[in-house]
């Protein structure tokens, strides 16, 4: 077992918070009309919450080699979530950008950049990249507006047409 660091405490609180929420969840009221208890949908997830937290901390005791990353400070802090901080900065001009070009073409571009971000860089990738967001897109508009029935936003650029 090795010593504690950064990633037991979070899976620590991450258990600490399911079994905190898990137990809220046995205090929903029963409302006697519905046909599977409004209590389950809570609990399941909560219940895979868990598992996925515990193996978390299963994983985090047992690898300890990563401590050493790439220098200290904040650069070495930025080295490290390099990839992660893009894609947040890329899903914060999705949504401010969403009202303009709407969720076909704002996905479809969002899906794209990540896919380039964090994939290879040439011809043929890029081509799979945008048949990977047009098609995921796409499939994803049919089940919402079809299957679900619900509107997602349009965007100004469609309006038009």
Known sequence: MGRINRDVVVAVFLLVFCAVFYWASLQIEDMGYETI?????????????????????????????????????????????????????????????????????????????????????????HLIHGVVAVGSISFMWAVFTFGLRVILPQGEILRIW
């Open 37 to 125: 208890g409004s209590e389950i949908w809570p609990q399941l997830i909560l219940l895979i919450l868990f598992v996925l937290s515990g193996s978390y901390l299963f994983q985090s005791l047992r690898d300890t080699d990563h401590e050493a990353g790439p220098g200290g400070g904040f650069r070495g802090w930025l080295g490290r979530y390099r990839n992660a901080l893009s894609c947040y900065g890329l899903f914060l001009v999705f949504l401010l950008t969403l009202p303009w070009l709407g969720m076909l073409i704002g996905g479809t571009v969002f899906v794209f950049a990540v896919l380039t971000l964090l994939g290879e860089r040439t011809l043929r990738h």
